[in-house]
C-alpha cells in the first residue's frame, strides 16, 4: 500500500499501524460473515471502508474475516449491501479496543 | 490534572441480588449523555446504575475533536478547573483545500484562552472518565466492562429493565435512559429508528502523531496551553466529507470525516485517505515528523435532524449520539456538548417522571420539551439542511475548485495584463467549475436560511 506522501516520514505498514491500538481480545467473535450470503457479492463494501481493514477477499472468491482488530465502528454493517450477510454485536463487556489517546 | 488514561476503576458495584439488581433508573453507556444523565439523577437521590461495557468509561469513545464545556457550568460549576482537556483552543481556522491550493480563514482570540474559555481538545478516554467520576461521586452505581444486550419486558411488554452480558446480569428499573452511541441498538430495540440509511452515517479515522510540544507550539504558533482547530473542506481524495487537523498537548490530531456511501463505491482506504491529506502542501509542513502513536475510528451520525429517532417512549429515552444529536454542519462541528445537553436533560425529566409516579411517554414528555427550549433542537431545527448541504457534491466537489480559483485569481499578478474585474474572474471560474447559476442561487438560499 502506498501512500502519497513523498518520502516526508517513512511509510507505516498497516501491520505497525495497528500495533498502536490496543485490543482486549474477547474469546466470543462479536462479529460473524456468513459467506454463503456474502460468496456472490461483486461490489464489497466492506472490503474497502473497513478502518481496520478486517475484510479480505480470498482467491477463490470468498471474504476472510476477523473480529479481533476491531474498532467496533460498524461501518462493515452499514455499508453492506447483503441482508444477513454480516452479524454485528458488541464485543463482551471489558473486550474490545481499548482507546488511550483520541 | 488526573491522569485517567491508565489503569481501570473497580466496578463499583456488584450485582448479585434481584434487590442489588433493582434500580430507579439504568443509564446504558457512561460516555457524556450517562455521565451527565447520571449525575442529575444521582444528586436528585435516586438509585442509578450506569453501564459501561468498556473496561473504563471512554475507552471505546473517540472523536474528531473539539469539546465546547459551557454546558457544564450548571452541573461542574468552575469545571475547567477540574476538566482533563489537551489545550484551549484559541485558534479556530476554516480551510478550502483542492490538490494544489487552499484558502484558510483564520481566526484567533485571546479570551477563549482565560475562564470560562470555549472549545478545548482533550482525550476523551480522560475527559469521558473525569465525567463518569463526577457521576460516581453523586453516588452512581458505575458498571464497567458490562455489555447491555437488550431490554427486559413484562408481561404487558413494559421495559423493566436491561438484560447485561454479566453473570446473573438482569437490572431492573422503571426506567431506562439510551445513552450507546450511534449503534444505538437499544432505541433500535425499542423501535425507535427508521431503517438504517448509511447515507446518513460518516466513519471518522484518525491519527494520533506524537511531536515535541516545543515543535507543535511552534508550527501552529501558540503558547501555554493554547491550541489550534483547522477544519478542512476538500483534502478527503473526492470522498464526500472532510478533513481536521488539531493540537493536543504533545500530539496532533490529524484525520478525515467520509460518507459511508461514498467512501465504499471507491478504492482508497480510510488510511490511505489520511495519508493523502497529510501530504497536501498545507498540511505536510504541520505534521510532518509526527510519529503516528495511536490510529482510530468511529461512526458519526452525520445528517442531524432529519435521522433523529423518536426521543421518548414509554420508560426509555435516548440520547446523545444515540439520537443523532451529533451537530455536522460545517463550519459548526458539536457533538459532546449535545450529548451532555441531552443527558442532563433526560436526568431531569426522569427525575421528575420518578417523582410523579409515571414513567410513561406522557410522564417523559418533558424531555422534548427541554430539548426544543435548549440549544439541542433548536440548533438542529435550524440547521437540519445543513449537513446535506455540506456533505453535497457542489458543496464538496465543484466549490472549493471555484473559490480556491477566484482567490488565486484575486491574487495574481498576470502583467502585463490589467487585472480583471472580479465579476469576471467570479464568472470565469464559476463556468470552469462547471457550476450553474440556478443551483449556486439555491445553495446560497439554503445555507442563508441555516446560518444566517
Known amino acids: ?102 | 490534572m488526573a491522569d485517567t488514561t491508565t489503569g481501570t476503576t473497580p466496578l463499583s458495584a456488584t450485582v448479585a441480588t434481584a434487590s442489588a439488581a433493582t434500580f430507579d433508573v439504568i443509564v446504558v453507556g457512561a460516555g457524556p449523555a450517562g455521565s451527565c444523565a447520571a449525575t442529575v439523577l444521582a444528586r436528585a437521590g435516586h438509585r442509578v446504575a450506569l453501564l459501561e461495557r468498556g473496561a473504563f468509561p471512554g475507552a471505546k469513545n473517540m472523536y474528531g475533536g473539539v469539546i465546547y464545556p459551557r454546558i457544564l457550568d450548571r452541573l461542574h460549576p468552575q469545571w475547567w478547573e477540574q476538566v482533563p482537556i489537551q489545550r484551549w483552543i484559541t485558534r479556530r481556522s476554516t480551510m478550502v483545500m483542492t490538490e494544489t491550493r487552499a484558502l484558510t480563514i483564520d481566526f484567533r482570540s485571546e479570551a477563549w484562552g482565560e475562564p470560562p474559555y470555549n472549545g478545548a481538545t482533550a482525550y476523551r478516554p480522560d475527559f469521558d472518565h473525569w465525567l463518569a467520576d463526577q457521576a460516581v461521586a453523586a453516588g452512581a452505581h458505575l458498571l464497567n466492562a458490562t455489555t447491555a444486550v437488550g431490554l427486559l419486558r413484562d408481561a404487558d411488554q413494559r421495559i423493566v429493565g436491561v438484560r447485561t452480558d454479566r453473570p446473573d446480569g438482569d437490572l431492573w428499573a422503571s426506567t431506562v435512559i439510551a445513552c450507546d452511541g450511534v449503534n444505538s441498538f437499544i432505541a433500535k430495540e425499542a423501535g425507535l429508528h427508521e431503517e438504517l440509511d448509511p447515507a446518513n452515517y460518516t466513519l471518522g479515522v484518525k491519527e494520533t502523531l506524537a511531536l515535541p510540544r516545543s515543535v507543535i507550539e511552534e508550527r501552529f504558533g501558540v503558547r501555554d496551553r493554547h491550541g489550534v482547530d483547522i477544519e478542512i473542506l476538500g483534502g478527503t481524495s473526492g470522498v464526500n466529507g472532510g478533513g481536521f487537523l488539531y493540537t493536543n498537548l504533545d500530539t496532533l490530531a490529524v484525520g478525515a470525516v467520509l460518507k459511508l456511501p461514498a467512501l465504499a463505491a471507491q478504492q482508497t482506504r480510510p488510511e490511505e485517505i489520511i495519508g493523502r491529506l497529510k501530504a497536501h502542501p498545507a498540511i505536510a509542513p504541520l505534521v510532518e515528523g509526527g510519529e503516528i502513536v495511536e490510529y482510530s475510528a468511529h461512526v458519526i451520525p452525520e445528517a442531524g435532524r432529519s435521522m433523529m429517532p423518536t426521543l421518548t417512549t414509554d420508560r426509555l429515552l435516548v440520547t446523545g449520539d444515540a439520537a443523532a444529536m451529533c451537530l455536522a454542519a460545517g463550519i459548526w462541528l458539536e457533538g459532546v456538548n449535545f450529548a451532555m445537553a441531552s443527558g442532563m436533560a433526560a436526568g431531569e425529566t426522569v427525575a421528575e417522571a420518578l417523582a410523579s409516579g409515571d414513567t410513561s411517554a406522557r410522564g417523559l414528555g418533558g424531555y422534548e420539551r427541554r430539548l426544543r427550549d435548549s440549544f439541542v433542537l433548536a440548533d438542529h431545527d435550524k440547521l437540519r439542511r445543513a449537513p446535506g448541504l455540506v456533505l453535497s457534491d457542489r458543496v464538496q466537489h465543484q466549490y472549493p475548485e471555484m473559490i480556491t480559483g477566484v482567490v488565486e485569481r484575486m491574487f495574481r499578478v498576470d502583467n502585463p495584463e490589467p487585472k480583471p474585474g472580479l465579476r469576471r474572474i467570479l464568472r470565469e471560474e464559476r463556468r470552469a467549475a462547471g457550476v450553474r447559476i440556478r443551483d449556486l442561487a439555491r445553495d446560497a438560499w439554503i445555507g442563508f436560511r441555516s446560518f444566517g
Open chain 1, 1 to 102: 500500500m502506498t501512500l502519497t506522501n513523498d518520502g516526508l516520514w517513512p511509510e507505516v505498514s498497516f501491520e505497525d499501524r495497528m500495533s498502536t491500538v490496543r485490543f482486549d481480545i474477547g474469546e466470543r467473535a462479536h462479529i460473524t460473515v456468513d459467506s454463503a450470503v456474502c460468496g456472490d457479492c461483486s461490489t464489497r463494501e466492506c472490503v474497502v471502508a473497513c478502518p481496520a481493514n478486517l475484510f479480505v477477499p480470498t482467491s477463490d472468491g470468498g471474504i476472510l474475516f476477523n473480529y479481533e482488530q476491531c474498532f467496533e465502528c460498524g461501518t462493515c454493517y452499514m455499508v453492506c449491501n447483503r441482508e444477513g450477510a454480516i452479524t454485528w454485536t458488541y464485543p463482551d463487556g471489558g473486550h474490545g479496543v481499548v482507546f488511550k489517546r483520541t
